[in-house]
């Protein structure tokens, strides 16, 4: 580390679970061994109902971690919600609200910290990186194309292509994100009645729109699962059709998830409302934002895109 945090930080990281528990206690041990200069932290975990003996596991190998259950149902935005409210209770000065599928680079924390300490009234992102290709960005800095659908996210960024100091963005995708606590107390948490998952996709952009300035710190490296993808639309019977697209708001594939985040997350509501029906257009063309052909496109350096928003 370059620099030590100049006043004790207190911070909580917060991280919903269910039935991962050898990917948990991986991303545990990895918390273990962050380098911690000047600040205190403690880690909360929502057990979401798991049944593999995840907190047993956990409260045996990590006693100072705070499991807290979860009845099975709180998916991924609730469950986050829950750690977040008993993080809260410690009066932490920041908040990470975390994936359990992460691999932490030793100073990535602490690289955070310092980049919120810098700059007031910020969130911080983290670099997220793949497992299984660790040179390769994972779901950083997605941008807005009204024309495009809504929010495009990356295909072949590396750490060679991004910035070289922590710059500005208009979302922070919620698989690692620095958020203070004052931000919760002015905008409250993610909205698990309309988002049951994703409810990241809506804070962050909220956040924004409330005058808090988004970043993504390249320092901050963070490795991650590759996504599983869903069984695709085409491939699914008729009732499962249906309850992807209209009935399971949880669903990647939900329409009116889609709607909903397009529309909340949008610069205006007016690109939001555009963006869904372009979005919809592409989706008959088999040429949306989120298909095999997005990554066919070309791509400028991010360090490009984003040279006159670097801090």
Known sequence: MQQEISAKVSGEIVAPVHNRKAITLQCLKSISRL?????DIHTVIVDDGSTDG??????EQFPDVEVVPGDGNLWFTEGTNV???????HNPKYVLMINDDQVFDADALAYMIETAENNERSVVGSLLLLWDTPHRLFQVAPVWETWRGGWRHWYKQTIWTVPERPWRVDSI???CVLVPKQAFD??????SKRYPNFGDAEF????KKRGWELLIDPRARVFCQPNNLPVKVMKASISEKFKMLFVNTGHPHNLIRRFRSTWDSAPTRLSGTVAFFVFMIRLALRKNVESS????LPE???????RDRMV
């Open 186 to 191: 002015e905008a409250g948490l993610m909205d």
């Open 300 to 306: 400028k350096p991010m360090r490009e895109t984003f």
């Open 54 to 59: 995840t907190s047993e596991a956990i409260r």
């Open 173 to 175: 995708v919620g698989n």
């Open 204 to 207: 962050t952009p909220r956040l």
């Open 83 to 89: 750690g977040v409210r008993a993080a809260l209770k």
């Open 293 to 296: 052909w997005a990554a066919t």
């Open 35 to 39: 380098n911690r200069p000047g600040f």
